[in-house]
């Protein structure tokens, strides 16, 4: 017990942190005053904020994924259902629009599984999901210019217990069956991290150097290698009212409401060495060259998701006898733009 209190009192803590340390190193004659550094740290810890919210969203709304089931029942026991599901959440869908604010972009997590269930007695199933992969079972060989996946480890695990409150009822006969309505709880778990090596260019605008005495604002350009660390836990505990309608026996339409509460951290541990130059044209005459020195900055930081999140959810399953090909949509009622896709085979025995 004392050890869960700690786990819980360590999610919470890591509700929003984050730092950005600079250690520049100027050249010969050169001086950067600390608003300057101060400047280059914040541009820094401001890209990192107006995207920590969306990327930790993104992971909470895909540790939801894994159970696309369009029946509102297994059946009794020993009637089984198994298959695979791989979806997608995409946060910060307003990125695509004219509303984008500068400087975010969309917060985007996947997960595949593999999930099976079972009926029990009394209206009641109980379906598992689980997924586990690392890097020393399969290299998918990234190295690129920018980045090179050093190493990753997934892990996804939850299970969802449902009540089919409402049963089945034909509304027109061989065409239209109302299929039920289910209520469920659900608790997910989504563990990783991520190691990547690379090569890091970008500017920072509006900063002062001082040369001879003399200060030049000016925009500066930064060349690095970098090497990042990017890690997550996030737990979930979710509730469902979902309502069935079969069509022509051939069709299962499914939509309702749901509530996932969270808790956990999406965290990034980012290092950067490098040289910063300057193309300005004054600064450049009076020093002789662009080089103002080397720099290296460490950005850590982490973010909770939503405490709460409301979701709509829909989908459709192809009825194919005990075959079951199903694809779902999720949206984030908090704001419309935060939603998941998801598809899954499944049979239904």
């Keep these: 017990m004392k050890r869960l209190i700690v786990i819980i009192v360590l999610l919470l803590s890591t509700a929003a942190y984050g730092r950005t340390n600079i250690t520049l190193t100027a050249d010969t004659g050169v001086t950067v005053p600390p608003d300057s550094t101060d400047s280059i740290e914040q541009q820094v810890q401001d890209i990192t904020d107006k995207n920590g919210k969306f990327i930790s969203n993104s992971f909470a709304l895909a540790n939801l994924l894994g159970y696309p089931i369009g029946k509102s029942s297994?059946?009794?026991?020993?009637?089984?259902?198994?298959?695979?599901?791989?979806?997608?959440?995409?946060?910060?869908?307003?990125?695509?629009?004219?509303?984008?604010?500068?400087?975010?972009?969309?917060?985007?997590?996947?997960?595949?599984?593999?999930?099976?269930?079972?009926?029990?007695?009394?209206?009641?199933?109980?379906?598992?999901?689980?997924?586990?992969?690392?890097?020393?079972?399969?290299?998918?060989?990234?190295?690129?210019?920018?980045?090179?996946?050093?190493?990753?480890?997934?892990?996804?695990?939850?299970?969802?217990?449902?009540?089919?409150?409402?049963?089945?009822?034909?509304?027109?006969?061989?065409?239209?069956?109302?299929?039920?309505?289910?209520?469920?709880?659900?608790?997910?778990?989504?563990?990783?991290?991520?190691?990547?090596?690379?090569?890091?260019?970008?500017?920072?605008?509006?900063?002062?150097?001082?040369?001879?005495?003399?200060?030049?604002?000016?925009?500066?350009?930064?060349?690095?290698?970098?090497?990042?660390?990017?890690?997550?836990?996030?737990?979930?505990?979710?509730?469902?009212?979902?309502?069935?309608?079969?069509?022509?026996?051939?069709?299962?339409?499914?939509?309702?409401?749901?509530?996932?509460?969270?808790?956990?951290?999406?965290?990034?541990d980012f290092t950067a060495d490098g040289t910063l130059t300057t193309d300005d044209t004054a600064y450049v005459t009076a020093k002789g060259d662009g080089n103002i020195g080397t720099m290296r900055f460490e950005s850590v930081n982490s973010y909770m998701p939503d405490y709460v999140i409301p979701t709509f959810i829909f989908g459709v399953e192809l009825n194919l006898f005990v075959i079951k090909v199903t694809g779902e949509t999720m949206v984030n009622l908090y704001n419309r733009s935060d939603v998941t896709l998801q598809a899954g085979v499944r049979i239904q025995l």
């Excluded at 890097?135 to 090179?148: E, H, I, N, Q, R």
């Excluded at 006969?173 to 260019?201: E, H, Q, R």
């Excluded at 350009?221 to 836990?233: C, D, H, L, M, R």
């Design 74 to 268: 297994i059946g009794r026991f020993p009637h089984i259902e198994t298959g695979i599901a791989a979806g997608v959440a995409l946060t910060n869908a307003k990125y695509y629009d004219d509303r984008a604010e500068d400087g975010t972009f969309p917060g985007v997590m996947a997960n595949p599984v593999l999930h099976a269930g079972v009926g029990l007695a009394g209206g009641f199933d109980i379906i598992g999901k689980i997924f586990y992969f690392r890097m020393s079972m399969y290299d998918p060989g990234l190295d690129t210019d920018t980045a090179k996946l050093e190493d990753f480890n997934f892990i996804s695990l939850g299970a969802k217990l449902r009540y089919n409150y409402c049963k089945e009822a034909t509304v027109i006969p061989f065409l239209l069956k109302f299929g039920g309505i289910t209520l469920s709880i659900g608790a997910d778990v989504m563990m990783g991290n991520v190691d990547v090596t690379g090569k890091y260019d970008t500017k920072y605008e509006d900063i002062t150097v001082n040369v001879g005495g003399t200060d030049y604002p000016l925009t500066s350009q930064f060349e690095s290698t970098y090497g990042a660390t990017i890690s997550w836990t996030i737990v979930t505990l979710s509730a469902q009212a979902i309502t069935y309608i079969d069509v022509m026996y051939l069709f299962s339409l499914y939509t309702g409401f749901g509530v996932a509460t969270n808790l956990g951290f999406f965290s990034t």
